[in-house]
């Protein structure tokens, strides 16, 4: 079994996945890094329901809801509209709020089922 986990900024899409499943097949048919025994190639993205630990973590999922847990207590749940290396800005309840990752003891991506589009999205996006 071989897993392979893609990541980039902008998040990846159903295509981005069908594009690297094809690239990484090629690569290992061409090769015999796996040797002569069969094996199977999984391929997959981060998935919404793993922490956000690193900063392209939070730019990947810029325009997402977040709830953080924060070190010294507490809770925040606001959309990332910005990230840096060292902190990301929230938009909470239309307030902007700066959050240090040094002060996260745990993020997670809310998962938004009926989320209404802006008026600039497309109504496939």
Do not use: C
């Amino acid at each position: 079994m071989l897993r392979v986990a893609v990541d980039r900024d902008g998040g990846v899409t159903l295509d981005d996945v069908a594009d690297a499943t094809r690239e990484i097949d090629r690569v290992l048919e061409e090769s015999d890094v796996m040797g002569e025994l069969p094996f199977t190639l999984e391929v997959t993205s981060r998935g919404v329901d793993r922490p956000l630990t690193l900063p392209r973590h939070w730019r990947r999922n810029e325009d997402r809801l977040v709830k953080i847990t924060l070190v010294e207590g507490g809770e925040v749940t606001g959309r990332i509209v910005a990230s840096t290396e060292e902190s990301a800005t929230l938009d909470v309840d239309g307030d902007t709020r700066e959050v240090l990752y040094a002060d996260v003891a745990k993020a997670l991506v809310q998962i938004e089922f009926n989320r209404k589009k802006k008026q600039n999205d497309s109504e496939d996006a």
